[in-house]
T-cell receptor
Framework: TQLLEQSPQFLSIQEGENLTVYCNSSSVFSSLQWYRQEPGEGPVLLVTVVTGGEVKKLKRLTFQFGDARKDSSLHITAAQPGDTGLYLCAGDDQAGTALIFGKGTTLSVSS | GAVVSQHPSWVICKSGTSVKIECRSLDFQATTMFWYRQFPKQSLMLMATSNEGSKATYEQGVEKDKFLINHASLTLSTLTVTSAHPEDSSFYIC?????????????FGAGSRLTVL
């Protein structure tokens, strides 16, 4: 069974600070996705990374996929209160299979 | 495109009753649907994978007689929690995998919160 270790599990920071969330595995994934989830709602896809070493940017969010496709990171620059939420990484070993989720990172950004 | 509708959003039931949750792909054909369970402040745990027209594959530790999954068409899968008990109270989320506009898609529903009294 593939496992994704996500850290930190909880993060509470002040507005304007930077943060990084890590997602690591001993397994290789064909793709890795990052989601953000609000309470009482389903996860919303932020980005999908598929190529080892790939870096994608989404405004203040930077996503990186490890060269070996076993790990990924999400970096948020100058966090804002609107970034508060549960961030989930998820990977699959081939298209059409179930996503395996990390334990999630609950981010709280206070003003 | 690639919208998944989940119904109901909220359901409260008495202990011992059964509850059905529907997951529909609105604008694409979902060859595979996945059911997840999520407890407060925790991540999503895969319960089962269902392919249209065949029996669902359940993850280890998930009782197939307790959580009945039916995937009778390419746009609908249902999860029935039978003889629900308070420990079954949780947030249930489905996702659908298929092709829309020529691309592979994987979309999540908005979730269904079940409270068993």
């Amino acid at each position: 069974t593939q496992l994704l270790e996500q850290s930190p599990q909880f993060l509470s920071i002040q507005e304007g600070e930077n943060l990084t969330v890590y997602c690591n595995s001993s397994s290789v994934f064909s793709s890795l996705q990052w989601y953000r989830q609000e309470p009482g709602e389903g996860p919303v896809l932020l980005v999908t990374v598929v190529t080892g070493g790939e870096v994608k940017k989404l405004k203040r969010l930077t996503f990186q996929f490890g060269d070996a496709r076993k790990d990924s990171s999400l970096h948020i620059t100058a966090a804002q209160p609107g970034d508060t939420g549960l961030y989930l990484c998820a990977g699959d070993d081939q298209a059409g299979t179930a996503l395996i989720f990390g334990k999630g990172t609950t981010l709280s950004v206070s003003s | 495109g690639a919208v998944v509708s989940q119904h109901p959003s909220w359901v409260i039931c008495k202990s011992g009753t059964s509850v059905k949750i529907e997951c529909r792909s609105l604008d694409f054909q979902a060859t595979t649907m996945f059911w997840y369970r999520q407890f407060p402040k925790q991540s999503l745990m895969l319960m089962a994978t269902s392919n249209e027209g065949s029996k669902a594959t359940y993850e280890q530790g998930v009782e197939k007689d307790k959580f009945l999954i039916n995937h009778a068409s390419l746009t609908l899968s249902t999860l029935t929690v039978t003889s629900a008990h308070p420990e079954d109270s949780s947030f249930y989320i489905c996702s659908a995998s298929g092709r829309a506009s020529g691309a592979n898609v994987l979309t999540f529903g908005a979730g269904s919160r079940l409270t068993v009294l």
